[in-house]
């Protein structure tokens, strides 16, 4: 490596660690970005926890693991992060970053790094007081790649759906048909199962995601239903991240 090479990726290091904590500030700052974020999340999921034994018995341990993790996803993720970057090319923000040495790529990291982390640091802390609660889930592992595929998903889609939203205010809008969507796929895949319409329900958009994590939780999850599963999860962040290259624009519309 060269030392004008070296010197680029430490810029670019500094940029996006520059950004993420300036990002982390905003967050703190930002009660509706803490409310939609953090509180409603957290309450949501308590109510799921305190409930767990009627829950159980009605669909299972992996449905409550599963519905919890899809509200921190599509509130504490995606709403509030198409909710920042909304509100970040309003203010003309994101097109002073793109000015300055940080690349794009590093610009979207930055941004979008702090509501990553505390996503994924409440979906850790609310599935392990579920674990806790009501036992462990039986393989980790198939979980952890779960929620790592999901997340991947949603940072997508936040930058498709932000390009068709104009301010912080319209987020509250355009987020809501896939965050409802999302939540009802979980809910339908979870309580009534894939025994009826498995093809149907696995190629819904969070179908083969919402199995996959109640497998994981629950147990019995062969390793090659487990891969198809995972294969189609994958196959939605690819339309996402499609989508998001479509649409997502840097600047306002004139």
Known sequence: MTDTTRHGAMNRTTGVVGIAR????????????LVSGLVIPVAVSATFVYQHETLADQASLGYIAAIMLFIVMAFGL?????????SRRQNL????LRSTAVGDVEILIGLLL??????????????????AVAGPPA???????????LTAMMIA????TTGLTNSPEHAQVTTLPISLLLIGVASWVGLTGTSELTTIKQLLPGGAVTE?????????????????????SVGWVVVAVVAAGRFFRWEPRR
């Open 22 to 33: 300036s990002e982390l500030v905003q967050v703190f700052r930002n009660r509706l970005v």
């Open 78 to 86: 995606y709403t509030t992060a198409v909710t920042t970057l909304a």
């Open 93 to 96: 923000f994101l097109k002073r």
């Open 114 to 131: 702090p509501l990553t982390a505390i996503a994924l640091v409440q979906t850790v802390v609310i599935l392990a007081v579920l674990a």
């Open 139 to 149: 393989d980790v592992a198939v979980l952890a790649v779960a929620i790592l595929v």
């Open 157 to 160: 889609l936040a930058l498709a």
């Open 212 to 232: 996959l994590v109640m497998g994981a939780w629950n147990g019995g999850l062969p390793l090659t239903d487990a891969l198809q599963l995972l294969l189609r």
